[in-house]
C-alpha cells in the first residue's frame, strides 16, 4: 500500500475540519499525518493528509473530499512533483560525555537545539520526513524522551493552484 | 434601520426565505427553542404546516412528498429530542438521496456546549448522514444559509441537509434580503456529460448484441423517464431496473425485465449475467445489486452515467465513466445513436427465461397470500397508484408484482431499509399527489414503528389506502433464520402479541376491515378505492410463513439463486 499526500483547500470555518475527519473515519480511511493552516486567503485554510491505499481507495479518497462542500480544491501531489516538510520537536537524553555528538548530529541535520534542562535537550529538526525520521534514529541511541512532529506540509512546485474569491453573499 | 420594512427578526425571516423558495408544507413539531418560529408560523398563510405525532414522522412525511413531488421537503423541529428523532430520518434521506431540508431549533449562543436544557449537537450528530450541514451563528447569515440549503439540497445528487437555528438567531433582528444566487465555490455540479464518452458509448451499444439498461432512482430524481422511454424504445433495449428505479420505466412494457439484484426476477438476472454491454443510469452498484461483485456481470462492456463522481468505481470498476445529470447524457446518447443495435435474438432469449422461471406461487389452495393481494391492487390501480412500502418481504412482493408504470409512484426506503417509513412517507406523498390514489403497504412489524401518524392521516383527511400485509411474523428476518439461521425463529412470531389491527384502525376513527379469504379481496379493495376523503385501512391476514423468491443469498452470486423453497415440507 502506497502512502500518499493530498493536499486540500478548505473554507476557513466551523465544522469545515470535522468534515474531513468525519470522511475519513465514516468510510474506514487511515489518516497517517495531518496538518492544518491558513494559505495566503483569509477564508482558506490548507490540509495536508498523508493517507495510504490501493489505487482504488485513492481514487475515493480523493471523489469523497471533493464531494464534501467545503472543500475547494483538492489534489493528490503524489505523482506530481512537489515539496513536502515536517517539523519535529525531538527532546533526547544527553548521557555524561555525549554533549558533543549530540550538538554534532543536531549541525548535520541543520536543527536547533531550541532547550537544554539538566539531562535532556530538545532539537528542533525540518526537513522531508525520512530526514526525521534519520534524525530520530541516530538520537535514540541516547534515549529519547519525547517527540512532537507537526505532520506533513507540502505544495506542489511551479504554478500555485488558482481559487475563485466567493462572493460576499450575506446581507 | 428599525423603520426599514425589511428589518424583521430570524422567525420572520425564515417565512420570507421559505416564501421565496415556494415551500407549500412543513412537516413539523413545535418545542421551546422553535417557539418563536411557530409564533409566526400562526400568522402565516402561504403555507400549511402539518402537526406530525413523531419527529421521525415529519422527516418521512418530507421525504414522501419530495419524492412524490420532485420539490424539496421540509421539516422543522424543536432543538434536543426533537431534532435526534429525525436521525433516523435524516440518515434514511441520504441513502436514498432524497432532497430535504430540516430545521432543528437550537439552545441559544451562549449556551452551545453547556449541556443546556434540551442541548444536542445535531450538527455533529449527523455531519456523516447529510449532504451539508449549518449551524446559524448570526442572523445576518440566516437568509444566505437557508437559500444556500435548498440549493444544495435539490441540486447535483439530492440530499439531506440540516439548519440549526439557536434561539437567539431566531430572536435578533437584521436587514432582510433574499440573495438571488447562490455561489459556493466548492460545489459545483457536473451536469453535462463529456461528448467524447458519450459518442463513444453510443458507438459500444450499437455494435451490441446482448445491450442491457440498468436503471436506477437517478432517472427518476432527474426527471428523465420521457428520455429512457424514448431511447429504450427506439433502440429496442431491454430495461432493467432497481428498487430505486422502479417506475422510471413502464413495467407493463414488454422491453422491462422488472427488478434486478437480491430479489429481482430470474430473467433480469439472467440477463445481467449473460449480457455483452450493461449501461448504468443513475444506479450506484449496490451490493443488493450486484451480490458477490467479483462475479456480477463478468461478460460485459460497463458503462456508468451517474451525476456523483464517488458513485463511478466505487464497487464495481467499469469501462465508460461518464459523469453528468442523466437527462443531458441520455439526450446526446439518443441523438448520437445513428443504428439501433439488432436485439432481435437477445429479446427472445430473455422471452424464453421468463418462461423459464416466472414469478410463480400457489393460487389454489385458498388461502390469502401477499403477491396476490399485490396483483389484485395492481389490478385495480393499473399501475397508476402511488405505492408506498415499508421494509420487509412485502416491499419486495411490491416491487416484483406491482408494476409501477409512472416515474414518482414508487416510494420506499432502499439504502437505509427503515421500518416504519410508509406511512409518514404515504401522508407526505398524499399532500404532493391528489390525482392518483395513494397506497401505504406495510407489513405487521413495520406498521407499528410510526403507528402513530394514524392521526395526521385522519385529522388532515388524507385519503390513503392503508393496506397491512399481516404475516404475523417480522416475515423478511423470519426467511433469513429459516434459510441462514437454523431456523431458530428468535423473536420474530409476532402472532399472540399483534394488536388487534382493525380495532387500532377505529380508535384512531379510520374506517377499517380485515380479510384472510382471497374471495374478499375485490369487493374490499373496491370499497376503498371509492373513497376519497379520509383514509381507510384493511389488514390482510396472510399466510405466515411465505418466503420471496428468487432470492440470490447476500454476497452470492447469480449461479447460487434460490427459485424456491428447497424443503416443500416446510410449505405450511
Ligand atoms: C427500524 C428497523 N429495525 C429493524 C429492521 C430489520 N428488519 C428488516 S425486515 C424486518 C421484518 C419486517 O417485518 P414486517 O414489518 O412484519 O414485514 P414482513 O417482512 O413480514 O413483510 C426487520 C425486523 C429494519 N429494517 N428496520
Ligand atoms: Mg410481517
Known amino acids: ?171 | 434601520m428599525k423603520n426599514d420594512p425589511n428589518y424583521m427578526s430570524g422567525a420572520e425571516i425564515f417565512f420570507e426565505c421559505l416564501k421565496r423558495e415556494n415551500v407549500e408544507y412543513i412537516f413539523g413539531y413545535p418545542g421551546g427553542a422553535v417557539l418563536k418560529i411557530y409564533e409566526h408560523l400562526y400568522d402565516v398563510d402561504f403555507l400549511k404546516h402539518i402537526l406530525v405525532r413523531h419527529e421521525q414522522g415529519a422527516v418521512h412525511a418530507a421525504e414522501g412528498y419530495a419524492k412524490a413531488s420532485g420539490k424539496v421537503g421540509v421539516v422543522l423541529v424543536t432543538s434536543g429530542p426533537g431534532a435526534t428523532n429525525t436521525v433516523t430520518g435524516i440518515a434514511d434521506a441520504y441513502m436514498d438521496s432524497v432532497p430535504i431540508v430540516v430545521f432543528t431549533g437550537q439552545v441559544s449562543s451562549h449556551l452551545i456546549g453547556n449541556d443546556a436544557f434540551q442541548e444536542a449537537d445535531i450538527i455533529g450528530i449527523t455531519r456523516p448522514i447529510t449532504k451539508h450541514n449549518f449551524l446559524v451563528r448570526d442572523v445576518k447569515e440566516l437568509a444566505p444559509i437557508i437559500k444556500k440549503a435548498f440549493y444544495i439540497a435539490s441540486t447535483g445528487r439530492p440530499g439531506p441537509v440540516v439548519v440549526d437555528l439557536p434561539k437567539d438567531v431566531i430572536n435578533s433582528k437584521c436587514i432582510f434580503k433574499y440573495p438571488d444566487e447562490v455561489e459556493i465555490r466548492g460545489y459545483k455540479p457536473t451536469y453535462k456529460g463529456n461528448s467524447n464518452q458519450i459518442k463513444k458509448a453510443a458507438e459500444v451499444i450499437s455494435k451490441a448484441k446482448r445491450p442491457l439498461l440498468y436503471v436506477g432512482g437517478g432517472v427518476i430524481m432527474s426527471g428523465s423517464s420521457e428520455e429512457l422511454k424514448i431511447f429504450a424504445r427506439e433502440n429496442n433495449l431491454p430495461v432493467t431496473m432497481t428498487l430505486q428505479g422502479l417506475g422510471a420505466f413502464p413495467g407493463t412494457d414488454p422491453l422491462s425485465l422488472g427488478m434486478l439484484g437480491m430479489h429481482g426476477t430470474y430473467w433480469a438476472n439472467r440477463a445481467v449475467d449473460n449480457c455483452d454491454v450493461l449501461v448504468s443510469l443513475g444506479a450506484r452498484f449496490d451490493d443488493r445489486v450486484t451480490g458477490k461483485v467479483e462475479t456480477f456481470c463478468t461478460k460485459a462492456y460497463k458503462i456508468h452515467v451517474d451525476i456523483d463522481p464517488t458513485a463511478i468505481d466505487k464497487n464495481v470498476v467499469v469501462d465508460l465513466p461518464i459523469v453528468g445529470d442523466v437527462k443531458h447524457v441520455l439526450a446526446e446518447l439518443a441523438a448520437e445513436m445513428n443504428n439501433p443495435p439488432d436485439t432481435f435474438e437477445w429479446l427472445k432469449q430473455i422471452e424464453e427465461w421468463k418462461n423459464e422461471c416466472p414469478l410463480e406461487y400457489e393460487k389454489n389452495d385458498g388461502r390469502l397470500r401477499s403477491e396476490f393481494v399485490i396483483e389484485k391492487i395492481f389490478e385495480k390501480t393499473n399501475g397508476d397508484a402511488v405505492v408506498v412500502t415499508d421494509v420487509g418481504q412485502h416491499q419486495m412482493w411490491t416491487a416484483q408484482h406491482y408494476r409501477y408504470n409512472h416515474p414518482r409512484s414508487n416510494i420506499t426506503s432502499g439504502g437505509l431499509g427503515t421500518m416504519g417509513f410508509s406511512l409518514p412517507a404515504s401522508i407526505g406523498a398524499a399532500f404532493a399527489v391528489k390525482d392518483r390514489p395513494v397506497i401505504s403497504i406495510s407489513g405487521d412489524g413495520g406498521f407499528q414503528m410510526n403507528i402513530q401518524e394514524l392521526t395526521t392521516a385522519v385529522y388532515n383527511k388524507l385519503p390513503i389506502k392503508i393496506f397491512i400485509l399481516n404475516n404475523s411474523f417480522l416475515g423478511m428476518v423470519r426467511q433469513w433464520q429459516e434459510l441462514f439461521h437454523k431456523e431458530k425463529y428468535s423473536f420474530t412470531d409476532l402472532g399472540s402479541s399483534n394488536p388487534d389491527f382493525v380495532k387500532v384502525g377505529q380508535a384512531f376513527g379510520i374506517e377499517s376491515y380485515s380479510t384472510d379469504n382471497p374471495n374478499e379481496v375485490d369487493s374490499l379493495l373496491d370499497k376503498v378505492m371509492k373513497i376519497n376523503d379520509r383514509p381507510t385501512l384493511i389488514e390482510f391476514k396472510v399466510v405466515k410463513e411465505d418466503m420471496v423468491f428468487p432470492m440470490i443469498p447476500s454476497g452470492a452470486s447469480i449461479s447460487d439463486m434460490m427459485v424456491k423453497r428447497l424443503n416443500p415440507k416446510r410449505m405450511i
Open chain 1, 1 to 171: 500500500m502506497k502512502k500518499h499526500t493530498i493536499s486540500i483547500l478548505v473554507e476557513n470555518h466551523f465544522g469545515a475540519f470535522d468534515r474531513v475527519a468525519t470522511m475519513f473515519s465514516g468510510k474506514g480511511f487511515n489518516i497517517r499525518s495531518i496538518s492544518i493552516g491558513e494559505t495566503e486567503i483569509e477564508e482558506i485554510s490548507r490540509m495536508t493528509i498523508v493517507t495510504e491505499g490501493d489505487d482504488k481507495i485513492i481514487d475515493q479518497i480523493v471523489k469523497q473530499l471533493n464531494r464534501l462542500i467545503d472543500t475547494i480544491k483538492v489534489v493528490d501531489l503524489t505523482s506530481t512533483p512537489h515539496i513536502e516538510r515536517e517539523l519535529a520537536l525531538i527532546k533526547v537524553n544527553v548521557p555524561k560525555g555525549t554533549m558533543e555528538e549530540i550538538k554534532n548530529i543536531n549541525d548535520i541535520f541543520r536543527g536547533n537545539i531550541v532547550d537544554i534542562t539538566g539531562r535532556s535537550m530538545t532539537l528542533e529538526i525540518t526537513g522531508p520526513p525520512d530526514k526525521i525520521d534519520a534524525a530520530i534514529n541516530l538520537l535514540s541511541n541516547f534515549g529519547i524522551k519525547e517527540i512532537a512532529r507537526s505532520g506533513i506540509v507540502a505544495l506542489k512546485r511551479g504554478e500555485q493552484i488558482k481559487i475563485k474569491k466567493e462572493k460576499n453573499l450575506t446581507t
